[in-house]
């Protein structure tokens, strides 16, 4: 009896443990009675955080943690996920959209090391490439369950001007969720999303404008149902209108697309509004990219391609709006690339 005990110790709970990191299951699930653990109910505050590499499980197809990504081994990928931690839990959002993390486990981790506050939803998105997903951490459970588009359209788009010569095709959004929330009796539509990246490579800004307009779809679906929505993620994208810190300027209409411009008419199908523009023109940068490999970060290195969008109603309820630019940029580091961007609104 002794060695069945060892053996189930020593042998079989560990196999089964390692097991269920290996599988990763989802977390998409709401709740059957929605709570909100938020201890100050007036106001909302939504941070959108693009990770870099948040995977703490192996995923083989990108060998990450590995020599397929920035952190080499589970050791890093560990510090890593301290270094995020303790970003979150000094913004202390009620809601935070999360990019480029592999899934449920490495949420619950987050959740465990800041507060059982917070509850997390993911649905596994189809970038097996890579095996990065879009997940949150959110102290108002959402009333429905997070569900995904399969729609696929077709690139190049019309009138595209990112220069695309090869053949036509389709694509979706590979990495993104929506679900839906009622906080203070305002329903509001929630779409996370991580589009392709390379602002300026032909390719993907066509394939990244069809993108855009699979989300278009679903926004638009929201407003004609009386929804407030925040669409929010990386977008790999600039905005012509709310320039950035450098004034990059974009090869595609994927901003445009995504805050509600109809692509045929020119006109308006909804009308989104980027947070960006309640910042001061300078602060608005959310990602370094080391243009010299010299491994410091310049100035002019630095982009906004994180936003946060919203209707309306919420904009104008925004009381603050910043990106939380609280660590250095340089190789070897244990933050993201990216930097948080965050909003609060008065409800």
Not at 107 to 115: D, V
Request: glycine fraction near 4%.
């Amino acid at each position: 009896m002794f060695y069945q005990i060892l053996f189930l110790v020593f042998i079989v709970l560990p196999f089964f443990h390692n097991l269920s990191y290996a599988a990763d299951t989802q977390c998409y699930i709401a709740p059957v009675n929605s709570n909100d653990r938020r201890n100050n109910k007036t106001t909302l505050r939504i941070v959108q955080y693009n990770t870099e590499w948040l995977f703490i499980d192996y995923y083989a197809s990108s060998d990450c943690p590995g020599n397929g990504c920035t952190w080499k081994n589970s050791s890093q990928a560990e510090i890593h996920l301290s270094y995020v931690s303790k970003i979150v839990s000094e913004l202390r959002p009620d809601i935070i959209n999360i990019c480029e993390i592999e899934g449920c486990d490495e949420l619950n981790m987050l959740k465990t090391s800041i507060s059982y506050e917070y509850l997390p939803y993911l649905i596994k998105g189809t970038d097996t490439s890579t095996g990065q997903n879009v997940g949150v951490l959110t102290k108002i459970d959402p009333v429905i369950n997070l569900y995904r588009s399969d729609a696929r359209e077709t690139y190049p788009i019309y009138g595209s001007k990112c220069g695309y010569s090869g053949t036509p095709s389709t694509t979706g959004v590979s990495k993104h969720y929506v679900t839906e929330y009622n906080i203070n009796k305002i329903n509001i539509a929630l779409i996370g999303a991580h589009l392709l990246a390379f602002p300026t490579d032909s390719a993907r800004c066509s394939q990244r404008e069809a993108q855009a307009l699979v989300l278009q779809s679903i926004v638009l679906g929201y407003i004609k149902k009386n929804f407030e929505v925040i669409l929010l993620g990386d977008f790999n994208d600039y905005d012509n209108e709310i320039t950035d810190s450098n004034k990059d300027l974009p090869t595609s209409q994927v901003l445009d697309i995504l805050k509600g411009k109809n692509i045929k008419t020119n006109s308006n199908l909804y009308k989104l509004n980027n947070i960006a523009s309640k910042m001061p023109t300078q602060d608005r940068y959310t990602e370094w990219y080391d243009k010299n490999n010299d491994c410091k970060s310049s100035s002019n290195e630095f982009s906004m391609i994180d936003h946060i969008l919203v209707t309306d109603n919420l904009f104008n309820k925004v009381s603050n709006a910043f990106i939380y630019h609280i660590y250095d940029e340089f190789c070897n580091t244990y933050n993201s690339d990216h930097y948080p961007v965050i909003i609060d609104i008065d409800l």
